[in-house]
Every structure is written in C-alpha cells, then in structure tokens.
C-alpha cells in the first residue's frame, strides 16, 4: 500500500478499532484516539527523510487501480506544495484528542466524537495527497461527514443550524466542481479516447475559454466557501462558536486550508487562461477579506467569534499570494498557511481552556487573570504574539513573503511578458499590511482584557492554572510557533522547486492558452511528452 496509502487510512482503521470497544470505556476511547493519531503523525515523520527536496514533481506514489470501467485510480502522491499540509494534519490531531477541553462542555459520546476526528483525519490526509480527482472528491466529501456530527452533537446551543449552514454551503460548492471534474473527464475521453480522472494526465488538457471560465468558477466557488473568501464567509463565524473545542481547532489549523490548497493544486494548472481573467477579482476580494475580517475581529465580545474572524483576514492573505504568482508570493502562502494552522488552532486551545474554567466567552466576564494563572497567561501571549506576526515566531515569515510577493507581483509578470495581470500591486500591498497592524489592535486588545487589570470578579478568583495534559499541549504549540519563526528554512527549501515549477508552468500554460483562446479542447504539446511538471501541473 506505500507509505502514503498507510498515514493516509491508519487513522480510519483507528477509529474502526474505537468503535467495537464498549461504549462506556471512555478512557479506552480516548487512549486509542489518541495513541492512533500519535502513530500516524509519527509514521507521517518517515516522509521527511524520504522526501528528495530537489525533486519537484510528486514522490513516493501509490497507484493502484480502483474501478478499471471508469479508469479511476487510487493515487495519491506528495510534493513540496502538500508535504506539509499533511504534516500540520497529523501534527494537530494528536494534540487536538490529547487536549481535555477537546469535546467541550458536553461531555458525551465520547467514543463516536474519537472515531469522528479520526475518521476526519483520513479524509483530510487523502484529500492533501489525492492525484484521481474522482479519488480527489470522495475525501473532500469524507471530510464534510464526521465535522457536521462535531458541531451538531457536541456543538453550543445553536449547533444544529451552525451544522446545517456549513453542509449547505459547502455542498452547494462540492455539487458544482463534481460537475467541472466530469465534464473534464468527458473532454479528455473526446481528445484521448481513453477515460481517466487522473490529475496527471487531466493536467495536460487544454479546453476553449468560455469552457474553462465555467469550470474554473465551479471549482473556485468550492474552494472560495471552503477558504472562505468574503463574501461567502458567514458560515465560518456559527460553525466556530457553535462548534466544540476539538472541532474549532481542527476547522481552523486544518479544513479551511482546502480551499487555498485547492486553487493552487487544482484550479490555477487546469484553467489558467480562467484563473488570470479572474485573479484581479480574487485579490480584490483577498484584500477586502483581509481587512474586514481584522475590523470585525476588533469589535466582537466573544473571544472564539473575534478568533473566527482573524481566520478571515489571515486566510486572505494566502489568497493573496496565491494570487500574486510569483515564487515569493506562493512560499509566502503556503508557509502562512502552516503558521495559521499552529497559532489559531493553539488560539482556539486557549479559548476552550478559559471556557471550561469559566463557562463564558465574553471578554468582559474576565480580567486580571495572569495573576492566577501565570502558566497559561505565558502560553497565551507567545501563541498570541505569534497570530500577530511579531519577528521571531512562526506568523512574520509567511505575511513577509505574502506582502513581498504582493509589491513585486507585475514586475515579475512583466518580465514574462504577461504584465496586467495583478490589479495595483503595490496599493493592495500596502492596504494588506495595514491589517497587520488591524492583527495587533485586536489580539492585543483581547489579551489585555481576558489577562489583565483588576481581579475583581468572584469566579475570577478561583480559576485553576493549566496543569497536566493542558501543559504539554500549549508547550507543543508555543514551541512549533517558535521553530518555524527562528528557523523556516527547512520547510521553505522542501517546497521551493514544487513553487517554483508551479509558477514557471502556469505561465507556460497561459501563454499556450492566450496565442489561442477558442481553440478547441487539446493536450498541451509541451507537456505532453512529458512526465507531470512539479507542482503537481
């Protein structure tokens, strides 16, 4: 089955193995959980020494045939651009079971909660490594089953409408990229006379522009939900307040990741004439989302709503450099992509631990507190500090590249001849790193209240310090967070020549396309002899 075929299903033979204990086992449950997520994130590790940083193509690949009629493969492959998308996977689910607050409040069902975090953890893993976009689509859908059950069992009050407003959302998105991907797979049958799914072949496919705008808005409307970009964010505040600790943590560090990873892994390589007419209207959206997303963080009174927001404006920052298509600018949002997953999913770590001690979220309930528990209080600041972007810790590195990328975007373009592509650089750079500022007024501001001025309120006063379990995981956290802010190089030099052929092979595309715009659908001659560009194009 390949190295990839076991981090990708231990985590379901996991949770298959939960769900034949006894039900009111819970420390089984939670042991197992646990013990599983551990040894798929330590199996995950043997990726690193495997991995050849100078290859820029997939590795270690698993293909095996899967339903030979439709020409659907079970094939997964790593690059640069997913290597460590899967490592954050597997990197927080065994913090996320290890956690006390995991579950929340309702302390129920506690072996069905395990087997749906592990079972979400598959899905997420086969959908980062995924190369069959049939294979592709049943882990994103996989992924969309045990986190509706997360919110709508073990959520707040209001956790069946948070639930039912994230399926809706996100199907409307998955419905119409399933019928982008099938009428890719009848177009490469018309053109090959072979049927196939494969991303590696489909990649090579050439369609008119006015086919490619339609499929490229059906995938991009998914992955714009899923990121989400405004204006389709509004799901995202009711699923993360509504949402359990657990579910929060992953829903942040991980799941919104599929939307920035699917435009670079599958909508940029396959419509690229479609992706550089629309890429004005996405940054314009990156940046506004950056912005709004930082002003309606600063005035929330809910801790966990104010970090849901942050995830709006952090989020687009990726977009942005995602879309600033240069090599810079696509480190820059992948590595921002990894520091998001660590800060706002230790940020929703410390909000579940004050919510336990408190039962409430509301900033003005609190004050004072580093006075009793000046362990936490610690933690806190660094994974606060590092949200912020403060040099040192994981969130400068990747908003540095992101606004770099962001001013140099058209000279880079010009200088392939492909000038006009990016609207006003150097504006939407500098209104980009104004939230910057917007991340600190916030944050900080949250800090201050939650932490400190008087200790007045009663229930204040006999908060008990983080100890135990609670210690390890905020330890973990603040030293991940610490690593990637002191030394990236590591991660920046394993996903270099994945970003940097990515971007060199777009544009290869997009010149293909532009000499010929309505030409009918055809597989691009340059590619065509040729094993898959790296990058996964």
Partial sequence: MGLLGWITLLPLFGALLIMLVPRDEEAIHRGLGFLTALVTFLVSLMLLPGFESSHAGFQMEVDKLWIAPLGIHFHLGVDGISLWLVLLTTFLTPLTLASPQAIGIRNIRVREFTAAVLILETGMIGAFLALDLFVFYVFWELMLIPMYFIIGIWGGERRLYASIKFVIYTLIGSLLMLVAILYLYAQFHAVTGTYSFDYTQLSHLTLPATPQLLCFAAFALAFAIKVPIFPLHTWLPDAHVEAPTGGSVILAGVLLKFGTYGFLRFALPLFPLAAAKAAPLLAILAVIGIVYGALMAYVQDDAKKLVAYSSVSHLGFVVLGIFSL??????????????????????????????????????????????????????????????VGLPGLCGFVGEFLVLIGTFTANRSWGASGLTGFFPAPKLMGIIAASAVIFAAMYLLTMYQKLMFGPLDKPQNKTVRDAHGREIWVFGVIVVAAVVMGLAPQPILSRSEKSVDAFVTSYRDRLQDARRQPDAPAHIYPALAAEPAPSGGI
Avoid: C, E
């Fill in 326 to 387: 240069n090599p810079t600018g696509v480190q820059g949002a992948i590595y921002q992509m990894l520091s998001h997953g660590i800060t706002t999913g230790g940020l929703f770590f410390a909000v579940g631990w004050l919510y336990d001690r408190r039962h409430t979220r509301k900033l003005a309930d609190f004050g004072g507190l580093w006075a009793r528990t000046p362990v936490f209080a610690a933690f806190f600041l660094a994974i606060v500090l590092g949200s």
